[in-house]
């Protein structure tokens, strides 16, 4: 279970979040939407505990599995020593990983898909192979709560149907809570079960996805005019998927 | 198809990486055994390596024998000490580089940005000055090392918490106060008793090493290096992004400072028995991760074993190249400098190849 209650964040005068309150059981996945620069980062920072409040309380355990954007460590490490430090938090100030460990290690790269890079060079990777290798990271800390900073931002439409099939696949036995943030309406419809709409003018609307992502909360969400459409997926179910009013409109 | 062949190569990659590790180390391991035993050898008084070696086993079996020969005087009495005192010299300075890198996850900072070498030159300037000698100038210089680390500390934290571009920052300013007060000390200086003394003693040498300087300075080198050693795992996650290794439970600014202090330890213990020998702490972990890579439970090894073998190297070159002894600050930095340039030239040419 992670969330936070009432909390408030101020910048100086600027105050990015106000009396937001929001908290995802474990089971539950929860999508973090809004345009740029509305407190979606800060409020992920706040969760995670590494933004302080100005007021109101955070709800979390001890260890969070965390997913930045990119890892940005100028070392060369091989992407199964960046995936055991993901068992830091266990071993403790002097610890070494064991065996154990690296076994653990190998078994989150292999659910996060990435079991092939193990003995590759983590700065070597791709965008989107890093985001898988550090995805195993944030599993092998062997948290219930796994947090993900944008984690489709910088993939490509190929490699987004990738991670969202693979956040479902994490998200199936709920046994995890879940919080991933993304400007993309659609992520939220395909893998998530809560979703915290950062509105303009500071109330945040926190819900079901069903009841969210509607075309009415999104027009305010991004001042853009929006349509929701129903389409057939591969094997014949209705997908909803959402638009903004001016995608498939042909240029002149 | 293609998967299946990856997941068989892996345990190939691993077993040809744990070779090359293998390889590599006994390398290293190998140049400091040889470095050492020359050392033992060369000089004004030349004995040979079957003789030396004969020497050290009885010296190390007997410590407390009578010393009847000459060869049997010059190698343990004057040439062991020495010897040890620059491979612990070499280890630690290589170690406290390739750690305060990885912290400031900075592959160009050294044990001199914090300010400890200048802090500590300061104290023993002044000490000698004063007419100090022995113990008491060596816990001069280290306190006086120690005291630069903690103004860094306190200029550095701000509003409760220190940026590493803060605390390079601060370092420089530190460095700057007590280099200004150094020269000052030098110019007040008689310049006919200890004027030549702090000069030179600036410039770094092992010439004055005995076992009871050795014994002074090993505990520091010793301690401070175990206690990195134990580090090393967690070094790996101090050189990640802040937010990444404070996700992953450490606590990243106490966890800085405590290295620093650990630095200090190490870098204080050495300027106080062999003055400032810069460029160690810079060139040899850049070596070292070229042969063994980044991650710190490797390279920690690596860098003691090659600042070990290549201080005695300097230090052997410093007594025998020319009648008079060259200051090692001297050698230091004429060999460092142009392999810091090419490893400088060669990791920005690799990173903007890929």
Not at chain 1, 196 to 222: C, D, K, S, W
Not at chain 2, 58 to 73: Q, V
Not at chain 2, 79 to 99: C, E, F, I, M
């Amino acid at each position: 279970m992670i969330g936070l209650e009432n909390a408030t964040v101020r910048f100086g005068p600027r105050t990015i979040i106000e009396g937001l309150s929001f908290s995802v059981p474990v089971g539950r996945t929860l999508a973090i939407l809004g345009p740029n620069g509305r407190g979606k980062t800060t409020t992920l920072k706040a969760m995670l505990g590494f933004q302080p409040l100005d007021a109101g309380r955070r709800v979390a355990p001890d260890i969070v599995g965390y997913v930045p954007q990119t890892g940005t460590s100028n070392q060369r490490y091989r992407a199964l020593d960046v995936v055991v430090m993901g068992r830091a938090a266990h071993l403790g100030i002097f610890g070494q990983p064991g065996a154990e460990d690296f076994q653990i290690a190998h078994s989150a790269l292999e659910r996060a898909g990435a079991a092939r890079f193990a003995d590759h060079y983590f700065d070597r990777l791709s965008g989107g192979e890093r985001q898988l290798v550090l995805l195993a990271g944030a599993i092998a800390t062997g948290s219930q709560v796994l947090v993900l900073d944008e984690p489709a931002a910088a993939l490509d439409l190929h490699n987004q149907e990738r991670l969202l099939t693979l956040l479902n696949t994490l998200r199936q036995p709920r046994d995890k809570a879940i919080v991933f943030t993304t400007h993309d309406p659609n992520h939220a419809l395909s893998s998530a079960d809560d979703a915290l709409l950062m509105m303009p003018g500071g109330q945040p609307l926190f819900g079901r996805v069903a009841e969210t992502i509607t075309p009415q909360h999104l027009e305010n969400l991004y001042g853009v005019p929006m349509r929701v459409v129903e389409l057939a997926g591969p094997s014949g179910e209705t997908h909803q998927a959402v638009l903004p009013a001016f995608a498939g409109i042909r240029a002149a | 198809m293609a998967a299946l062949a990856q997941d068989e190569a892996a345990p190939m990659v691993r077993r040809a990486h744990l070779a090359r590790q293998t390889l590599v180390f006994s390398g290293l391991l190998t140049l400091f055994a040889v470095a050492f035993v020359v050392s033992l050898c060369v000089g004004r008084f030349a004995v040979p390596p079957a003789r030396a070696l004969e020497l050290i086993w009885l010296g190390a079996t007997d410590p407390w024998r009578e010393l009847a020969t000459i060869d049997e005087r010059i190698v343990l009495l004057v040439r062991a000490p020495r010897v040890v005192l620059a491979a612990l010299a070499g280890a630690g300075l290589a170690l406290s580089g390739a750690a305060l890198q990885g912290v400031f996850r900075n592959p160009l900072v050294s044990p001199d940005i914090l300010g400890i070498s200048q802090g500590a030159a300061f104290g023993g300037a002044l000490g000698i000055m004063l007419g100090i000698w022995g113990f008491p100038l060596i816990s001069m210089v280290f306190l006086s090392g120690m005291a630069a680390v903690v103004l860094v500390g306190l200029i550095s934290r701000i509003n409760g918490r220190s940026e590493t571009i803060t605390v390079i920052l601060s370092g420089l300013v530190v460095s700057s106060m007590f280099s200004a007060v150094v020269s000052l000390l030098q110019f007040v200086a008689d310049p006919n008793t200890s004027l030549p003394a702090i000069v030179y003693w600036l410039m770094g040498s092992f010439a004055t090493a005995t076992w009871e300087r050795t014994l002074i300075a090993a505990p520091g080198l010793i301690i401070g290096g175990a206690f990195l050693w134990m580090l090393r795992f967690r070094l790996n996650i101090l050189s990640l992004d802040e937010a990444e290794a404070q996700s992953l439970g450490a606590k990243t600014n106490r966890e800085r400072w405590m290295v620093f202090g650990l630095i200090a330890v190490i870098v204080g213990s050495q300027v106080a028995v062999s003055g400032i020998i810069g460029w160690i702490g810079i060139v040899i972990p850049h070596a070292s991760r070229l042969l063994v890579g980044h991650d710190h439970r490797a390279l920690l090894p690596a860098s003691v074993v090659l600042g070990a073998g290549f201080m005695v190297i300097i230090d052997t070159l410093a007594r025998t190249a020319t009648a008079a002894e060259i200051p090692l600050g001297v050698i230091t930095a004429l060999v460092g400098a142009p392999i810091f340039a090419m490893l400088l030239r060669n990791h920005y040419r690799e990173r903007n190849g890929s």
